[in-house]
């Protein structure tokens, strides 16, 4: 058995492992950040907290408020910018996020949180790697007081 929430989380992830160009295989699921010294980018998904509100009618759906953290990791080039890697990542994970409120188990909407939307994170090595962290919120319904679609 699954929560609801792990599942969108999985589902999230199984869209960007459709879309290639993003990271290719490399999208994985509540790790810390993994990015191999002969890959260019990667990108984690993992749920951070979750909020909820009951209905107001005895038996009603559960309203949650889902916060996803997606890490766009990417490595640079010598010449290039550092950052520009993970910049091209997070651009393609904001493109397949918009309008993805198709994916099904309740989700009403994916929207990028207020206020703490990016966070950027770099490291010098021999060579740069940069982090962009996007936090998403999931608006979803589960049935009654259950964590279940």
Known sequence: MTTQHLAI???????????PDIAGDRIYLNRSRVLSSEKTSAVVVRVARSASKESSQVGGRTSWSTLIEIECLGRDGADDVPGTRADQVLELVFDNLDGAADLGYGVMSIEPLDGSTLDWDF???????????????????????????
């Open 123 to 149: 490291d010098q090595l021999d060579s740069s790697i940069a982090c962009v962290t996007a936090r998403f919120v999931v608006k979803h319904q589960t049935n009654g007081r259950t964590l279940k679609l």
């Open 9 to 19: 989380v999985q589902a999230i992830a199984e869209r960007f492992k459709a879309a």
